[in-house]
């Protein structure tokens, strides 16, 4: 299997997430502990897992120092943790790709936490069948509302070219030698899988998340 490098941005301002409604003390998004779990290490634990990945670059910033300090004293060999001057998603992006002369990238954010490796496998093996340089994983915005989701960063929905109103779930691979260019041909995956609907951006969506993981105690555990 082709193999591509790996960035987890992890390094947001998390100003949609009032810390206020959840009991605990940390106020950086990444090192929230659900069962016991950080959203951090739920993250890198799929990147690992997955086959299709060489290196996993994780991102991190000044709104995120504890973040940093966390995965230094990890000390894992297999990740590089790097800080980013915060600026903003696209630019801390651009700053990564250009520092490390990334070409083919995965992005992944660390409030994605219910990726499977599986399903990183298989759209970089898309990816690569395509021959494009870009490629967006979308869903169908139909789709989420007849299961009752609606997604929480609304403003990444759009029409295709067939009519279908999708939006972005927030799991893209891009040629990272073409960051500065204002056009890139991508492939939109359109994915039925309603469980990457859980996108941690809020406090009720942490809850949702937390409902999700009972949900599947009780069916992995009858």
């Not at 298989?122 to 869903?139: D, G, N, R």
């Not at 691979?173 to 260019?181: F, M, S, T, V």
């Not at 406090?203 to 009858?222: G, H, N, Q, T, W």
């Amino acid at each position: 299997m082709e193999k591509i490098d790996c960035i987890i941005m992890a390094g947001g301002k998390a100003s949609r997430f009032d810390f206020n409604q959840i009991d605990q003390a940390i106020k950086e998004k990444p090192l929230i502990q659900v069962k016991k779990t950080r959203l951090i290490d739920v993250i890198i634990k799929v990147a690992l897992n997955s086959e299709s990945l060489a290196k996993i670059y994780i991102a991190t910033s000044p709104h995120t120092p504890k973040t940093y300090q966390y995965l230094k004293s990890q000390n894992n060999p297999k990740i590089e943790i790097l800080s980013t001057p915060g600026k903003d998603f696209h630019s801390d992006l651009k700053f990564i790709i250009e520092t490390y002369n990334l070409s083919n990238v995965l992005i992944l954010t660390a409030d994605l936490p219910t990726i499977h490796p599986s399903f990183l496998n298989s759209i970089v093996q898309k990816f690569f069948e395509e021959k494009k340089p870009a490629l967006a994983v979308m869903m169908d915005w139909e789709r989420a509302i007849k299961n009752s989701t609606i997604p929480t960063d609304r403003n990444n929905a759009f029409i295709d070219k067939y009519g279908n109103k999708l939006f972005s779930i927030g799991i893209n691979i891009l040629n990272g030698k073409l960051i500065r260019e204002s056009f890139i041909d991508q492939i939109e995956y359109i994915t039925e899988n309603v469980d990457l609907l859980l996108n941690i951006n809020t406090a009720d969506d942490y809850y949702r998340y937390v409902s999700f993981l009972d949900e599947k105690k009780k069916v992995d555990d009858p």
